[in-house]
Structure formats: structure tokens, C-alpha cells
């Protein structure tokens, strides 16, 4: 049996006008722990300025949770993310060497 296999590449132009949105566009973030690298209000400035939206707690609909490198053992913000994950919502947690590098990725044209 004889099986054809579609090799045709396709190529979609976009429109130019058009930008890849940041990671932390449209998402809410919540912060735990002391960062090393900047202060919480530096910190909320620049999600804010990417379009990012700062929570005070951890709830269902949490997108990030930024753990800061100077945390002393496990916080309850964290507890309830992983409690949160556990039961099926997509919450990432990241380190604060992850959310700067996060932090430093420009919009792009697509």
C-alpha cells in the first residue's frame, strides 16, 4: 500500500503591524519573597509596564507566581500555587533568575 506524504511547505505572511505579546501581557502576577535584584515596586513597575496585572494573593486565577531568592522556606502564596496546580490550574512559578530573564524578552514583530 502506496502512502503519498504532503511535503508542501506553507509559508503564512503575517501582517507587520501585528506583535508578539509579552509573556506577562494579560497576566496576573503575584510576588513572594524579597527579590535580590530589585525592589517589589521596581519589580510591579516593570511587569506593569508589560502589561502584566499584580495580585496580592494566590488564587484560581493566578498565571505567575514569582518566587524572590531572598525567601526563607516555603510561603503560604507558594503552598496555595502548588495546591492549585495539583488540582489542575496552570499557574507557573518561577525563580527570580527565570523572571528576569522573562523580564527581558522584547515584543517581537511575528
Keep these: 500500500m502506496k502512502q503519498d506524504h504532503d511535503t508542501t511547505e506553507v509559508i503564512l505572511l503575517s501582517d507587520p503591524t501585528q506583535y508578539l505579546e509579552h509573556p506577562f501581557?494579560?497576566?496576573r502576577i503575584v510576588?513572594?519573597?524579597a527579590l535580590s535584584s530589585m525592589?517589589?515596586?521596581e519589580a510591579a513597575k516593570r511587569v506593569?509596564?508589560?502589561g502584566g496585572i499584580l495580585q496580592g494573593a494566590v488564587t484560581?486565577?493566578?498565571?505567575?507566581v514569582i518566587l524572590g531568592d531572598?525567601?526563607?522556606g516555603i510561603s503560604s502564596k507558594h503552598l496555595k500555587a502548588k495546591q492549585l496546580?495539583?488540582?489542575?490550574?496552570d499557574i507557573q512559578i518561577l525563580?527570580?533568575?527565570d523572571f528576569l530573564w522573562v523580564l527581558s524578552i522584547q515584543n517581537e514583530v511575528i
Design 25 to 27: 501581557n494579560n497576566k
Design 31 to 33: 510576588f513572594t519573597g
Design 39 to 41: 525592589t517589589r515596586s
Design 48 to 50: 506593569n509596564a508589560l
Design 60 to 64: 484560581k486565577e493566578t498565571d505567575f
Design 70 to 72: 531572598k525567601r526563607h
Design 85 to 89: 496546580i495539583s488540582l489542575g490550574y
Design 95 to 97: 525563580i527570580e533568575d
